[in-house]
């Protein structure tokens, strides 16, 4: 085994982020509770379910009900603990740097027809041409991404928020659209902003195409700016010529071609290499406009254009790979009486390509670790459960970050493989549970294992003894 120095200094950096949430549990037990449950969560082996983590804590003989209680009376705030983390995350950027988030919906599987918040939706997994539907719950995934490192960067959860559908079954949140519960999280974050003394810095939101609606740039706030992918047949307007005479000002100017016109306008490209996870993509663009949508005369848009990309990957086999071209609108500022980008072009294009981050957030909160599968049925439970377990996953990648940064992971210990750029959740987690093994606490039911496996009678015996010992019978 290899010894790894930065072991203590994580487990230091993950009591420290959770002693700066104590203040958001009210009583001492329930904090002491919560804690357990996130060491239980780092040792579960099994299905992420409150028994299980229990269980790993050793809890097989007691009172399990004032466990399940911190979920279904309200003993976790989920809103005292986003406040918390995001005031951790703040002192990670520059007041000159822009803050970067993002929101996405994601859907948390069901089998119960009566689960409050649960209703009927499209299923992610089947294909395009047969589409299916499965029983599920709706969030919005609120993160901040972390500042760029080498082309890397990660999303870290600040908040996950339900968005119920109105058909779904009856919850104690009221049922409420996508991109209002988007809406919501922006303007908490510029309030939290605003709250830490940051009013200048400026808030850059990444989202999909289901935020580029009406009442979403409507409600953007300020000191805001967004940069959504939109469709490729949109309909824009180029801004209206100053109108000097009498009568009513127009509200639009000419029709603007659709977004995937200007790829067959024979115009001259623009080129930019670009940093993304380790390497340098050439990626080809148009900033065009400032236009206005439909419905939308008061703000001004300025439409990004990128090129689709045919190029070679892959190191034993290599293939070509073909991007589709892709369409964004981006929110226009105003210096000096005319209207410019708020970012410079190649800061806008390298985070647009981070917005994957929090794809790979969902996958590794699923499908690692287990959201949705903690047994809480009861209309507050069945949301607050899931929050938490978010939590836990922002606590761990945050203490993960001030220790190693984007890069600076420790090596795997195997001489076929020595570890992706980028450290996974994996790793991390790996490296988790050899710190809390190394911990004083936690020596008495770990051995190390000899090297001579003809002769383990004596290594079993010592095991089943240092277990025994560490139950205190």
Same mark, same amino acid.
């Given at each position: 085994?290899?010894?790894?120095?930065?072991?203590?200094?994580?487990?230091?950096?993950?009591?420290?982020?959770?002693?700066?949430?104590?203040?958001? @549990?009210?009583?001492?037990?329930? &904090?002491?509770?919560?804690?357990?449950?996130?060491?239980?969560?780092?040792?579960? @082996?099994?299905?992420?379910? /409150?028994?299980?983590?229990?269980?790993? %804590?050793?809890?097989?003989?007691?009172?399990?009900?004032?466990? &399940?209680?911190?979920?279904?009376?309200?003993?976790?705030? +989920? $809103?005292?603990?986003?406040?918390?983390?995001?005031?951790?995350?703040?002192?990670?950027?520059? $007041?000159?740097?822009?803050? /970067?988030?993002? =929101?996405?919906?994601?859907?948390?599987?069901?089998?119960?027809? !009566?689960?409050?918040?649960?209703?009927?939706?499209?299923?992610?997994?089947?294909?395009?041409?047969?589409?299916?539907?499965?029983?599920?719950? #709706?969030?919005?995934?609120?993160?901040?991404?972390?500042?760029?490192?080498?082309?890397?960067?990660?999303?870290?959860?600040?908040?996950?928020?339900?968005?119920?559908?109105?058909?779904?079954?009856? =919850?104690?949140?009221?049922?409420?659209?996508?991109?209002?519960?988007?809406?919501?999280?922006?303007?908490?974050?510029?309030?939290?902003?605003?709250?830490?003394?940051?009013?200048?810095?400026?808030?850059?939101? %990444?989202?999909?195409?289901? &935020?580029?609606?009406?009442?979403?740039?409507?409600?953007?706030? +300020?000191?805001?700016?967004?940069?959504? #992918?939109?469709?490729?047949? !949109?309909? %824009?307007?180029?801004?209206?010529?100053?109108?000097?005479?009498?009568?009513?000002?127009?509200?639009?100017?000419?029709?603007?071609?659709?977004?995937?016109?200007?790829?067959?306008?024979?115009?001259?490209?623009?080129?930019?290499?670009?940093?993304? #996870?380790?390497?340098?993509?050439?990626?080809?663009?148009?900033?065009?406009?400032?236009?206005?949508?439909?419905?939308?005369?008061? /703000?001004?848009?300025?439409?990004?254009?990128?090129?689709?990309?045919? !190029?070679?990957?892959?190191?034993?086999?290599?293939?070509?790979?073909?991007?589709?071209? *892709?369409?964004?609108?981006?929110?226009?500022?105003?210096?000096?009486?005319?209207?410019?980008?708020?970012?410079?072009?190649?800061?806008?294009?390298?985070?647009?390509?981070?917005?994957?981050?929090?794809?790979?957030?969902?996958?590794?909160?699923?499908?690692?670790?287990?959201?949705?599968?903690?047994?809480?049925?009861?209309?507050?439970?069945?949301?607050?459960?899931?929050?938490?377990?978010?939590?836990? &996953?922002?606590?761990?990648? $945050?203490?993960?970050?001030?220790?190693?940064? %984007?890069?600076?992971?420790?090596?795997? *210990?195997?001489?076929?493989?020595?570890?992706?750029?980028?450290?996974?959740?994996?790793?991390?987690?790996?490296?988790?549970?050899? =710190?809390?093994?190394?911990?004083?606490?936690?020596?008495?039911?770990?051995?190390?294992?000899?090297?001579?496996? $003809?002769?383990?009678?004596?290594?079993?015996?010592?095991?089943?003894?240092?277990?025994? =010992?560490?139950?205190?019978?």
């Amino acid at each position: 085994m290899v010894k790894n120095s930065t072991q203590p200094t994580l487990l230091v950096k993950l009591f420290e982020l959770l002693e700066k949430h104590r203040g958001a @549990f009210g009583q001492g037990r329930v &904090y002491w509770r919560n804690v357990g449950l996130v060491i239980g969560e780092v040792f579960n @082996f099994g299905r992420h379910t /409150v028994t299980q983590g229990l269980m790993a %804590l050793g809890m097989t003989d007691g009172d399990w009900s004032g466990w &399940y209680r911190l979920f279904s009376r309200g003993r976790y705030d +989920e $809103l005292k603990t986003a406040r918390v983390m995001i005031r951790e995350t703040i002192q990670h950027t520059a $007041l000159e740097e822009p803050y /970067v988030v993002g =929101a996405d919906g994601v859907q948390i599987p069901r089998s119960s027809l !009566r689960m409050p918040g649960t209703g009927w939706m499209k299923a992610p997994r089947t294909p395009v041409f047969k589409v299916g539907i499965h029983r599920a719950q #709706r969030y919005v995934h609120g993160a901040w991404l972390t500042p760029m490192e080498g082309g890397y960067s990660r999303a870290i959860p600040l908040r996950f928020l339900p968005a119920f559908p109105p058909k779904a079954k009856p =919850a104690a949140e009221p049922p409420r659209r996508e991109w209002e519960a988007g809406g919501a999280f922006l303007h908490w974050v510029r309030q939290e902003l605003d709250n830490a003394g940051r009013e200048e810095q400026l808030l850059l939101s %990444l989202e999909d195409g289901s &935020y580029d609606t009406l009442n979403f740039w409507r409600n953007l706030p +300020e000191r805001t700016v967004l940069a959504v #992918r939109t469709a490729r047949n !949109r309909r %824009l307007y180029y801004l209206p010529d100053k109108h000097p005479g009498p009568g009513r000002p127009a509200k639009y100017g000419a029709l603007a071609p659709h977004p995937c016109e200007w790829l067959h306008k024979g115009i001259t490209w623009q080129k930019r290499d670009v940093l993304v #996870r380790g390497r340098v993509i050439q990626m080809k663009f148009q900033v065009l406009g400032p236009f206005v949508r439909e419905g939308l005369p008061d /703000v001004p848009l300025f439409l990004i254009v990128v090129k689709g990309m045919h !190029r070679k990957v892959g190191k034993r086999r290599p293939h070509f790979k073909h991007r589709k071209p *892709s369409f964004y609108l981006v929110s226009a500022f105003q210096v000096n009486g005319e209207w410019q980008l708020p970012l410079p072009i190649e800061i806008l294009l390298a985070w647009l390509w981070q917005r994957w981050e929090l794809e790979v957030a969902h996958r590794e909160m699923k499908s690692g670790f287990g959201i949705g599968e903690k047994q809480c049925w009861n209309p507050r439970s069945t949301i607050t459960s899931v929050q938490w377990s978010v939590w836990v &996953y922002a606590l761990l990648l $945050l203490s993960a970050y001030r220790t190693w940064g %984007l890069l600076g992971a420790p090596p795997i *210990s195997t001489r076929w493989w020595q570890g992706a750029k980028r450290w996974s959740f994996n790793t991390l987690w790996r490296q988790f549970r050899a =710190a809390f093994w190394g911990a004083t606490e936690f020596q008495s039911i770990w051995t190390r294992t000899p090297d001579n496996w $003809l002769k383990k009678e004596a290594f079993l015996i010592g095991l089943s003894n240092s277990i025994a =010992a560490s139950a205190r019978i």
